[in-house]
């Protein structure tokens, strides 16, 4: 018997095995990426394109903030597969009409923590340019929602800001600021950084109530939140989209009981009826919805569930 015969193809099986072992070693030691892709989805709304851009996350104690007992809280969140603290999202909405480039508010730059302040950077990720944006819309004056604008230069050289008057009456009032509470002085702070440069410039023009701003967006009073809080009604083609703001910031929690608040609620009482109304109007009419801090990218409907309501995110889809 030739013995050579036989130990070629086994000599040649060990070798292709041996290099397969260290191939697959080399791929396992390869360093964690730990990164998203950048944070911007985009969709069309009849003639309109709209781009959802993500400012980050941040985890905030829910259990705490919410006007609800922490144990039913955190059995909420468990039922959605959460816990408390909760990584939350914070999202802005670009609206390009064709005729103009719109931003509805602008991330919290550097007013909320390190782990936001991403809207300018995924902004330009999304094909646009900051010098492109035409008109901010803010539906309130929170940090989180005005901090994107800058506090030392102006981030949107060519933008005007468009806000209800009730809320920069309120936010940007020294006297205001000086009687409230220490721990809200910061947003009176940063209300007065942020958008009073573009006040001091000329480019900010409140408005009263509810007010068509541009053909197809219109602003619709939903004042509790803050005193002016203002949500946008965008529409194209018979197609609807309401941002809401944050008329609504634990989807877990507050669909299932839209009675539950929120610390950050200036009139309680009023956010909840507004809150309610919405809920109802949009579950009736089918139309689509965003929200400053529902899971990113924040856009989807509400449908009734029993005495209760459930959001359904959007189908993902490619802009054609």
């Given at each position: 018997?030739n013995i ?34 950048p ?7 009849g003639?309109?394109?709209?781009t ?8 905030l ?25 909760t ?6 909405f670009?609206i ?8 509805i ?10 782990t ?6 995924n902004?330009k990720a999304a ?11 803010i539906?309130?004056m ?5 901090g994107?604008?800058?506090?030392s230069?102006?981030?949107f ?7 209800d008057r ?11 600021m ?7 002085k ?12 573009y ?10 109530g509810?007010?068509?701003?541009q ?7 939903n004042?509790?939140h803050?005193p002016g809080?203002?949500?946008?009604v965008?529409?194209?083609?018979g197609?609807?989209?309401?941002l809401l703001?944050?008329?609504?910031h ?7 009981n ?15 009826a ?5 809920f ?7 139309y689509l919805?965003?929200?400053a801090h ?8 509400i ?6 309501y459930?959001f359904?995110?959007?189908n993902?889809s490619?802009?054609?």
């Amino acid at each position: 018997m030739n013995i050579l015969r036989f130990r070629t193809p086994i000599i040649g099986t060990i070798t292709v095995v041996f290099s397969l072992l260290i191939q697959a070693t080399a791929f396992a030691a390869a360093p964690l990426v730990k990164t998203q892709a950048p944070g911007y989805y985009r969709m069309m709304l009849g003639d309109y394109e709209v781009t959802a851009l993500s400012d980050g996350t941040a985890v905030l104690p829910v259990h705490e903030l919410l006007h609800e007992s922490p144990e039913k809280t955190k059995k909420a969140l468990h039922k959605s597969f959460l816990n408390s603290p909760t990584e939350t999202s914070f999202n802005s909405f670009l609206i390009n009409t064709g005729e103009k480039l719109i931003l509805i508010d602008t991330g919290a730059g550097a007013l909320f923590g390190p782990t936001l302040g991403n809207l300018a950077a995924n902004l330009k990720a999304a094909g646009y340019q900051l010098d492109q944006v035409d008109e901010i819309y803010i539906t309130h004056m929170h940090p989180d929602h005005i901090g994107g604008l800058g506090t030392s230069t102006s981030v949107f050289p060519n933008a005007i800001v468009r806000a209800d008057r009730r809320d920069a009456d309120y936010w940007l009032s020294k006297a205001n600021m000086e009687k409230a509470p220490a721990k809200q002085k910061d947003f009176f702070k940063g209300a007065i950084s942020t958008i009073g440069q573009y006040a001091d410039a000329g480019k900010l023009k409140t408005f009263d109530g509810n007010t068509q701003l541009q053909t197809g967006i219109r602003a619709v009073s939903n004042y509790g939140h803050t005193p002016g809080h203002t949500t946008y009604v965008v529409e194209s083609k018979g197609q609807k989209l309401v941002l809401l703001g944050d008329l609504v910031h634990v989807a877990a929690v507050q669909f299932d009981n839209p009675a539950v608040t929120i610390a950050f609620d200036s009139d309680a009482k009023a956010a909840e009826a507004r809150r309610k109304a919405v809920f109802a109007e949009a579950t009736k009419q089918g139309y689509l919805i965003g929200a400053a801090h529902l899971q990113f990218p924040g856009l989807g409907h509400i449908r009734a569930k029993g005495k209760a309501y459930e959001f359904v995110p959007t189908n993902y889809s490619i802009p054609r």
